[in-house]
């Protein structure tokens, strides 16, 4: 029924996250049906991001500009936020109540996965503790690699200088930070706890 190019569009469309092939039919319909308004610009915002987004090398975010917005901000405080994932780090910024910096593990400590300290950047954020920063907050996951990273973490971090904390309530066992709201992710903040 539909010509190959487009059950390419719908199969790529419906693997992205929170999309299954019923709403990347609907996607797909609406880009082909409004090619001038949605499909175009879409295009050009995509060939723009992949050939000016980059990994900051200081905190791997995603950024267009080396060392990232983020890092570059003179104005944040001494503080170093570590979580899991990009994603963890925009659903953090949303609350607007963490003004420190972060840095993006990509991923969590998984011996089911095989993934051990050096895949995560562990190293590249201990050169980071020049002793400018007084804490170092640990926002990982409440599953078993979560925790099993923030104890890893916690007796890395223990030699510092910099005081090391964890979230505390409002994250449920289990939960994700990228998928809690607002409110949540500030009440955890705001009542983190020493790790350990």
Excluded: F, N
Aim: hydrophobic share 45%; proline share 5%; glycine share 10%.
């Amino acid at each position: 029924m539909m010509g190959p190019e487009i059950e390419r569009l719908v199969g790529l469309m419906a693997r992205l996250p929170g999309l299954g092939p019923r709403s990347a039919r609907r996607i797909v319909l609406k880009l082909m049906a409004e090619r001038e308004q949605r499909l175009l610009p879409l295009i050009a915002a995509l060939d723009a991001a992949c050939q000016r987004v980059a990994v900051c090398p200081t905190c791997g975010g995603l950024d267009s500009e080396q060392p990232c917005a983020i890092c570059a901000d003179i104005a944040r405080e001494p503080l170093i936020c570590v979580v899991e994932s990009v994603a963890d780090q925009w659903a953090l910024e949303r609350t607007a109540v963490y003004r420190g910096r972060y840095h993006i593990l990509g991923g969590l400590l998984s011996a089911i996965a095989g993934r051990g300290p050096e895949e995560l950047g562990i190293d590249r954020l201990l050169t980071r503790l020049d002793g400018s920063v007084r804490e170092v907050i640990l926002a990982l996951p409440a599953t078993v690699d979560g925790q099993a990273t923030t104890h890893y973490l916690t007796e890395r971090l223990a030699a510092c200088g910099a005081s090391v904390t964890r979230l505390a309530q409002g994250v449920p066992v289990g939960g994700s930070i990228e998928i809690l709201d607002e409110g949540t992710l500030a009440l955890a903040l705001s009542a983190r706890r020493a790790a350990g």
